[in-house]
T-cell receptor, first 111, second 111 residues
Framework: NAGVTQTPKFRILKIGQSMTLQCTQD?????MYWYRQDPGMGLKLIYY???????DKGEVPNGYNVSRSTTEDFPLRLELAAPSQTSVYFC??????????FGPGTRLTVT | GQQLNQSPQSMFIQEGEDVSMNCTSS?????WLWYKQEPGEGPVLLIA?????ELTSNGRLTAQFGITRKDSFLNISASIPSDVGIYFC???????????FGEGTQLTVNP
């Protein structure tokens, strides 16, 4: 199993551009999550999903959107990139909402 | 709300030394998770604890679920340079579908 995969690994965006961060898991987990981690800081939850078709906001959802049309995929959309969204983004999945398994991350810089 | 306080925030040790870190909360947790994040990588689950008083080992790592259910401890014996990273504790929020994370303990091991 590949576990949780994320693409791209790195991205540089100009202010105002849009992009989608991709996340796929092959463990048949119902729960999926998006976190951001700023330098030297902990993990902040952006959005999460408890199953296909169900999404909910986390602590820091502003400026982001998600969708969950399949069990495997949970893309994160940035519509109008801002410098404050420069961060490392991690996707995670979980079977029952407890043990979460993380992807390798996407490093995003907005200039 | 449910907050997790980790201490120490950072540790600088010599190779071969033992390491102890802990995680405390004002709320009761039913599960404690310990993650390690190496530079440039996503967090990796090290140990999961499910019962008060439980002591679980993973190689040189040993974690304990505190009897009060409000704390957990992680010990690393005979540290080596590859132990470098940030160690996070985590526990499920009351809703069960999300985790609360500590702010992490940054470990540096000098060869």
């Amino acid at each position: 199993n590949a576990g949780v995969t994320q693409t791209p690994k790195f991205r540089i965006l100009k202010i105002g551009q849009s992009m989608t961060l991709q996340c796929t898991q092959d463990m048949n987990h119902n729960y999926m999550y998006w976190y951001r981690q700023d330098p030297g800081m902990g993990l902040k939850l952006i959005y999460y999903s408890v199953g296909a078709g169900i999404t909910d906001k986390g602590e820091v959802p502003n400026g982001y959107n998600v969708s969950r049309s399949t069990t495997e995929d949970f893309p994160l959309r940035l519509e109008l990139a801002a410098p404050s969204q420069t961060s490392v983004y991690f996707c995670a999945s979980s079977y029952k909402g407890r043990e979460q398994y993380f992807g390798p991350g996407t490093r995003l810089t907005v200039t | 709300g449910q907050q997790l306080n980790q201490s120490p925030q950072s540790m600088f040790i010599q190779e071969g030394e033992d390491v102890s870190m802990n995680c405390t909360s004002s709320s009761i947790f039913n599960t404690w998770l310990w993650y390690k994040q190496e530079p440039g990588e996503g967090p990796v689950l090290l140990i999961a604890l499910y019962k008060a008083g439980e002591l679980t080992s993973n190689g040189r790592l040993t974690a304990q679920f505190g009897i009060t259910r409000k704390d957990s401890f992680l010990n690393i014996s005979a540290s080596i340079p590859s132990d470098v990273g940030i160690y996070f504790c985590a526990g499920p929020k009351t809703s069960g579908s999300r985790l609360t994370f500590g702010e992490g303990t940054q470990l540096t091991v000098n060869p």
